[in-house]
């Protein structure tokens, strides 16, 4: 073989692996959508305006082709070779208001996971954080949830900060949650942390459990780790960045 067709033949290969390239897969996570900003009701930190919150997906879908956690979380998990730009896209806390943007999703193809807190799902219970109760999607709305488009995941019992709570009490909690939430047609054995908080005590019990923690530490994920980052893609922190 000449040298002019090595180096041809060379040249073809790196190009080749170039397209296979192992391409970041971005997580994001939102919270409340809603149309108008209440101050009693929401934290300038987990909001998006409804218009908005629309208008970025359309434009993460020209970037992003979207996929399920489960999926993304299968990818990393075997390191394959990644050509296109993933992404998933997840919510926290579960709201109510959040259901009115479930059919916009399933309408644009955009897989969702909710990560709720079994606790509220009562539509009584209050997070001190804020100074009226917001309406949380409740028991019978969130089994009502058949989508294949929707997975549900778990945001511990309460809205409690998992570093603050005994090793006793943090495996209640997701005891709790497994037992509420798994029977859900839609259920998947993930776990995001509240405030994004977590310790390597709260890891061990959770890789017990077999549960795959989710972070919101802003990483985009390339390989195999145990766990998923996240980004916040709520309004407040999108403001930042500009
Ligand atoms: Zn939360």
Redo the contacts with the bound molecule.
């Keep these: 073989m000449g040298m002019g067709r090595v180096r041809k033949m060379f040249r073809k290969v790196v190009r080749k692996m170039e397209k296979m390239r192992l391409s970041p897969i971005e997580v994001f996570v939102f ?1 409340a959508v809603s149309d108008k900003y209440d101050e009693q009701l929401n934290m300038r930190v ?1 909001w998006s305006s409804t218009k908005d919150f629309k208008q970025r997906i359309i434009n993460y879908q020209q970037r992003y082709t979207f996929i399920s956690l489960e999926q993304a979380y299968w990818m990393m998990c075997h390191d394959l070779f990644r050509s296109k730009k993933y992404a998933v896209l997840t919510c ?2 579960g709201f109510e208001s959040v259901l009115q943007i479930i059919p916009f999703l399933e309408e644009r193809k955009v897989p969702v996971t909710l ?1 709720v ?1 079994p606790c509220y799902l009562d539509g009584i219970s209050k997070r001190k954080e804020y100074s009226l109760n917001p309406q949380y999607i409740t028991h019978k709305d969130l089994f009502s949830i058949h989508s294949e488009n929707v997975t549900i995941g778990m ?2 019992y309460e ?1 409690n900060d998992a570093t603050r709570l005994s090793s006793d009490q943090f495996e209640e909690s997701v005891n709790k949650c497994i037992n509420m939430l798994s029977n859900h047609p839609r259920y998947i054995s993930f776990y ?1 942390y ?2 994004g908080n977590y310790s390597e005590q709260t890891q061990q019990i959770l890789k017990q459990k077999k549960v795959v923690p989710v972070f919101t530490d802003g990483a985009s994920n390339y390989r195999f780790h145990y766990g998923i980052g996240r980004k916040p893609i709520d309004s407040y922190y999108l403001k930042k960045e500009k």
Excluded: K, S
Aim: hydrophobic content about 25%.
């Design positions: 919270h987990d926290d806390d990560f807190n945001h511990g809205h995001a509240t405030w």
